[in-house]
């Protein structure tokens, strides 16, 4: 299984004891909670101005930078994505959606 998310999501809880100087998850650390919500938006409406582009690049693009901010939200917030991901598998299974793909 790609383990991508929680192998950032581990980097990102790392760089609560960085300098802000030599790193950008410190700083928007330090900036605070307000700062990370407000990039969040900001990476939220770039993806939406993408996805109507039509343009994939871009569509891949931010929505790298917004789940990228959505991880450093949940760091701040005490989270890991384990969490977030073990919540869509608990829909998935409850839609059964799991046991129709197997079939196929
Ligand atoms: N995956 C990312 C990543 N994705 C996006 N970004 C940053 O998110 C910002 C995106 O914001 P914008 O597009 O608005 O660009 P910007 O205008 O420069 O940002 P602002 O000035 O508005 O804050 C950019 O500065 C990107 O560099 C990232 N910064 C870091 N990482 C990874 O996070 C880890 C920790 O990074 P550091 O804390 O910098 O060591 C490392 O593994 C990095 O590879």
């Given at each position: 299984?790609?383990?991508?998310?929680?192998?950032?999501?581990?980097?990102?809880?790392?760089?609560?004891n960085?300098?802000?100087?030599?790193?950008?998850?410190?700083?928007?650390?330090?900036?605070?909670?307000?700062?990370?919500?407000?990039?969040?938006?900001?990476?939220?409406?770039?993806?939406?101005?993408?996805?109507?582009?039509?343009?994939?690049?871009?569509?891949?693009?931010?929505?790298?930078?917004?789940?990228?901010?959505?991880?450093?939200?949940?760091?701040?917030?005490?989270?890991?994505?384990?969490?977030?991901l073990?919540?869509?598998?608990?829909?998935?299974?409850?839609?059964?959606?799991?046991?129709?793909?197997?079939?196929?």
């Amino acid at each position: 299984m790609n383990d991508t998310l929680e192998r950032l999501a581990t980097i990102l809880e790392e760089r609560k004891n960085a300098d802000p100087q030599h790193s950008y998850v410190a700083q928007l650390y330090q900036a605070g909670q307000d700062k990370i919500l407000k990039k969040l938006g900001e990476e939220a409406v770039e993806t939406v101005l993408a996805a109507k582009s039509r343009e994939s690049d871009a569509i891949i693009h931010e929505t790298a930078d917004l789940w990228f901010h959505s991880l450093v939200m949940l760091a701040e917030s005490g989270l890991r994505p384990e969490q977030v991901l073990r919540e869509l598998e608990r829909r998935f299974g409850l839609s059964g959606l799991e046991e129709k793909a197997n079939r196929g």
